[in-house]
């Protein structure tokens, strides 16, 4: 062989090797020989995903199976996770800067124990999730059959599942391994029904426990001023934080959940931030079908924070969690000091909002009255200096508005577009759908069966400190069947404007564009739409159907309440 021959048989293997150690796949099963102890498979998964990563494979391929994993072999980072519990956190899943990759579940199931989410993903580029169900071996709640009611008691009895001490006459809960679940709030829910019972409202506690004492019978007395609950139904604990969360995206772009059964999470169940181009299809947040457990998970189903490009949200199911099924918003800072003419002091007021940095150079952000959410001026930003997790230091190309003062707002102006569609969501605490995106919103297809209300146009200047306002909003070809049926803080009418501007709201006009049609309304509760602060509202072609699913016990008997607004057309007929 001569030298030119050589040269090129060398190439060749050069080629085919770099074929084989770069794209392709990975397959989890060949690291759970080696890499799984007792029955925690978390290194094998973990070698796997690094493996992907250095040879930037494709895919990553899980068995069928069932797989469980605990903390102390996950992957490690502290994150600021958007209204949830920032913190020092553990991940199953780290997918940090991963490009063009999928994980093909094949319908596998993964059972996390303690205090660990599943899915980081941070940094990433067309990315895809799918076809597998996680869930925890304990939850982050308790859940106890109510036996007994009396003055200030009730008595329940706690399946296996939610071992509890009493100690020093207070309740705890733990798992099989020691971990303690504290729990800051009670909620009745409707054994029968399974959904919260009808009017009943949370009972909120002080010191993450509650005062208690076990009876003879092997029931647990709780004891609270002004408790009272129906014999035969079930009371909810649950948990003082949003530690775990099941998916985390962050700055990332083309994100892809698909064909996945989210059935627990100490925290939200989807919940992204500074990300574009998202898709949710056949995501299930719902307890299993057949399970005695009540409770999906402990926060909103899907969230949502200063998201762009788009964002779908189709077929899926959002049942029996403890907030909202979506809401997708921004987050205002305050402006606490102008230091110059093209430069102010910002700070971020809510303790869920901190280390997301939202004012970013070459931004465009606005700046607004804080209680009318009123806005003035739309300003390039030319610098951020990060003084530290809640406050920043922010320049701009040119002088701010001559009306800009201490105590406005200010926001990154980044909305997506919203596409909900084929969805069917209900027997949660508190809403549905909270829609605050300034890009086209269009929900369609979908089923309601809320406790509150079932859409909300959310947004404030003075708690959450959310930013919202929507500008083209359609709600078609859905069915709202007897929402408004819990506390009646949860909202104002089926579809309602939420917090939004304290002051001056005949000019606020927070909210705009709002396209009402062919939809199914099947009430028990009499009030449909409550509206104020808008600019154009058409309300046409829509079935309304009066049920006596649930009594109606409040004042207010009226279907339409409009309130500060124009350009409100209500067609009955």
Same mark, same amino acid.
């Given at each position: ?113 303690? #205090? ?119 009371? #909810? ?110 700070? #971020? ?225």
């Amino acid at each position: 062989m001569n030298i030119k021959s050589l040269i090129l048989t060398a190439a060749l293997c050069l080629a085919l090797c770099g074929c084989q150690s770069k794209g392709g796949e990975v397959n989890v099963a060949d690291y759970l020989e080696q890499y799984t102890f007792g029955d925690d498979n978390t290194m094998a998964f973990r070698r796997a995903v690094e493996q992907a990563r250095k040879q930037k494979a494709e895919r990553l391929v899980v068995p069928e199976g069932t797989y469980h994993f605990y903390p102390e072999l996950a992957f490690e980072k502290y994150a600021y996770v958007t209204n949830n519990s920032a913190g020092l956190k553990r991940f199953v899943f780290d997918l940090t800067k991963m490009e063009d990759f999928t994980i093909e579940g094949n319908g596998s199931k993964f059972i996390l124990h303690g #205090f660990v989410s599943a899915f980081t993903i941070d940094s990433c580029r067309n990315v895809t999730i799918k076809d597998f169900t996680m869930d925890y071996a304990r939850t982050f709640h308790s859940e106890g059959k109510v036996e007994r009611v009396g003055d200030g008691w009730v008595d329940l009895r706690f399946p296996a599942d939610y071992r509890y001490a009493i100690r020093n006459g207070n309740l705890y809960f733990s798992d099989e391994r020691g971990n303690n679940y504290p729990f800051s709030h009670l909620l009745e829910m409707n054994s029968e029904r399974r959904e919260p019972e009808f009017m009943a409202s949370d009972y909120w506690l002080t010191d993450n426990t509650i005062p208690a004492e076990k009876r003879e019978d092997g029931t647990v007395r709780i004891f609270k001023q002004k408790l009272t609950a129906k014999v035969g139904n079930v009371l #909810f604990l649950g948990p003082g934080h949003r530690l775990c969360p099941a998916i985390a995206i962050d700055e990332s772009a083309g994100v892809n959940i698909h064909d996945v059964k989210i059935r627990h999470a100490g925290g939200m169940g989807v919940v992204a931030q500074h990300s574009r181009d998202i898709e949710l299809l056949r995501v299930y947040i719902e307890p299993e079908e057949g399970s005695e457990r009540m409770i999906s998970i402990t926060a909103d189903a899907t969230h949502f924070t200063h998201c762009e490009g788009y964002l779908r949200m189709i077929d899926c199911h959002f049942f029996n969690q403890i907030d909202d099924a979506t809401n997708i918003h921004g987050m205002y800072g305050v402006v606490k000091q102008i230091l110059e003419p093209n430069r102010i002091l910002v700070f #971020f007021p809510h303790d869920q909002q901190y280390g997301l940095d939202v004012l970013r150079e070459g931004r465009t952000v606005e700046m607004m009255k804080q209680m009318s959410l009123t806005t003035y001026d739309e300003i390039k930003v030319e610098e951020v200096i990060r003084l530290n997790k809640e406050w920043y230091e922010v320049a701009f190309a040119e002088n701010i508005a001559a009306e800009a003062a201490v105590g406005d707002l200010i926001t990154d102006m980044s909305y997506p577009e919203v596409l909900i569609k084929g969805c069917r969501m209900g027997n949660n605490r508190a809403r549905g759908l909270l829609l605050g995106s300034r890009k086209q919103t269009i929900i369609e297809d979908c089923y309601f069966h809320i406790p509150g209300s079932a859409i909300y146009f959310e947004g404030d200047g003075y708690y959450w400190y959310e930013q919202a306002g929507v500008r083209d909003v359609i709600i078609r070809n859905n069915t709202f069947d007897n929402c408004n049926y819990g506390y009646y803080r949860w909202g104002t009418a089926c579809i309602a404007v939420g917090s939004g501007p304290k002051e001056d709201r005949e000019a606020s006009r927070y909210n705009r564009n709002i396209l009402i049609e062919n939809n199914k309304f099947i009430i028990s509760d009499p009030r449909i739409l409550n509206l104020y602060s808008v600019d154009g509202c058409t309300f046409r072609n829509n079935e309304i159907i009066e049920s006596d699913a649930y009594p109606y016990t409040l004042g207010e008997e009226r279907a339409f309440v409009i309130e500060d607004c124009v350009n409100v057309d209500i067609q009955t007929k």
